[in-house]
């Protein structure tokens, strides 16, 4: 087993590339209104919003625990949709000695495509892979999703129940 990993995945998304952008990049602390049972809080610990090099102060659920997390916006391309974190402290650091999530938003004709990569270190071989944690986020993204086109996660209309 390898110490170094990346996985990769492709949602489809309804909204488009630059609304989901938007949310993941200058407003991510809204997050707790859109996914609550995923995310609690998303604050700024250092910088400004959205901006390369800035650190947020995650807490979040994963795997039926309260996690913590420190990540530092490695990367930002606005061009292309796409933004990186590097995990500096939490409990991810717990398993792995480095963890980068790259999210990037594709547009389509009709809605987008986010691609989501996370490239890893291992502590030790022991630790599984971390499909447990792609898959988290491929459910946040879904909810992100729902939250820009109006609908609630069953697929009902926000406005409607109004």
Not at 22 to 29: D, G, L, N, Q
Not at 125 to 154: R, W
Request: with cysteine; aromatic share 8%; hydrophobic share 35%.
């Amino acid at each position: 087993m390898a110490l170094h990993g990346k996985l990769e995945t492709h949602v489809e998304m309804k909204a488009s590339a630059e609304k989901f952008h938007e949310i993941i990049h200058k407003t991510p602390h809204h997050l707790s209104n859109i996914c609550p049972d995923k995310v609690k809080s998303c604050e700024l610990y250092e910088g400004e919003w959205g901006k390369v090099g800035s650190i947020l102060y995650w807490h979040y659920f994963f795997e039926g625990k309260a996690c913590v997390s420190k990540r530092v916006i490695e990367a930002v391309d606005e061009e292309n949709n796409s933004l990186t974190w590097k995990e500096i402290e939490g409990d991810l650091s717990k398993h792995y000695k480095n963890f980068r999530i790259k999210v990037q938003c594709i547009p389509k004709d009709k809605g987008s495509v986010i691609h989501i990569t996370l490239e890893y270190e291992k502590l030790h071989e022991q630790i599984p892979d971390s499909h447990t944690f792609l898959q988290l986020c491929v459910d946040t993204a879904k909810d992100i999703d729902a939250h820009l086109m109006g609908y609630d996660n069953e697929g009902s209309c926000i406005a409607a129940k109004a």
